[in-house]
């Protein structure tokens, strides 16, 4: 298990000790499974935390191989439905789980984290953007996920909590597609969540908005039903739940649940 927190801190570079003390004593056991490879399907704003906890599974478990497709939650869902080989699925909303559950296609889902929006512009916040009103000002290119997409769902719920009205340049498929159009230059601002702007301190910068804290974002996981790797499956969500997965979490900025 100290090996475990080594590599935790070697991914994490910056993470709390917390995290690495809850790696050392709470990530759950190897399990001696069978070379396989374990597929699964995260929202995109789960890219960092989540490329570490598949680093940690293989470590424990070397003969699984983790591969995570990221994309946003309704495109996977879509997908799974559809008949995707996905093995897990890990949603930033409820809405897109909910259906896959209705329809027996996944097990159990389990609420693992929380997430905020952020208004994010370039460095430095050369317009001057610190309200959402900003965001509809004349001349200010803003950016939003698509409204089936989970942060684009929070989004118009901030936005008429704040009682502002505006429309989007663009609406994106994926909160790193957000991200990516300003740390570009093809929009002055847009609404992300708080873990993305943590995870791109040199590319955007973030804004905290009015009742950001009432439009929380909460992530649920499950096993797919039809897995054909059901135990690995189960063993990353098992990961995900624990302690040292938590800390993990809580490391990229992620609330609990």
Do not use: W
């Not at 952020?118 to 900003?134: F, M, W």
């Not at 002055?188 to 950001?212: E, F, K, M, S």
């Amino acid at each position: 298990m100290a090996v475990l927190a080594v590599l935790a801190l070697a991914l994490t570079g910056c993470a709390p000790s917390n995290a690495s003390n809850a790696l050392d004593t709470d990530a759950p056991t190897a399990l001696g499974l069978a070379p396989q490879t374990l597929s699964v399907y995260a929202a995109a704003s789960l890219t960092g935390a989540f490329d570490e906890l598949a680093t940690l599974l293989e470590h424990e478990n070397p003969a699984v191989d983790v591969q995570v497709t990221y994309d946003g939650s309704s495109t996977l869902a879509t997908q799974i439905a559809a008949g995707a080989p996905a093995d897990v699925f890990a949603s930033a909303d409820q809405k897109n789980m909910q259906p896959l559950g209705d329809d027996a296609l996944v097990g159990p889902a389990t609420l693992f984290a929380g997430n905020t929006l952020r208004i994010a512009v370039a460095p430095g916040n050369p317009l001057k953007i610190e309200t959402l009103k900003d965001l509809a000002r004349p001349g200010v290119i803003t950016v939003l996920c698509a409204a089936q997409v989970p942060c684009g769902a929070a989004s118009a719920s901030l936005l008429a909590n704040a009682g502002v009205s505006l429309t989007p340049a663009s609406e994106e498929q994926n909160v790193t597609a957000v991200v990516t159009k300003i740390a570009v230059g093809e929009a002055d601002a847009g609404l992300v969540y708080a873990t993305d702007v943590a995870a791109n301190p040199d590319r955007i910068q973030g804004v905290t908005p009015a009742g950001a804290d009432a439009v929380v974002g909460h992530y649920p996981i499950a096993v797919v039903a039809d897995s054909a790797h059901a135990e690995a499956a189960q063993a990353f969500v098992d990961l995900v739940l624990s302690p040292a997965g938590q800390a993990v979490l809580a490391a990229h900025g992620f609330l609990a649940p």
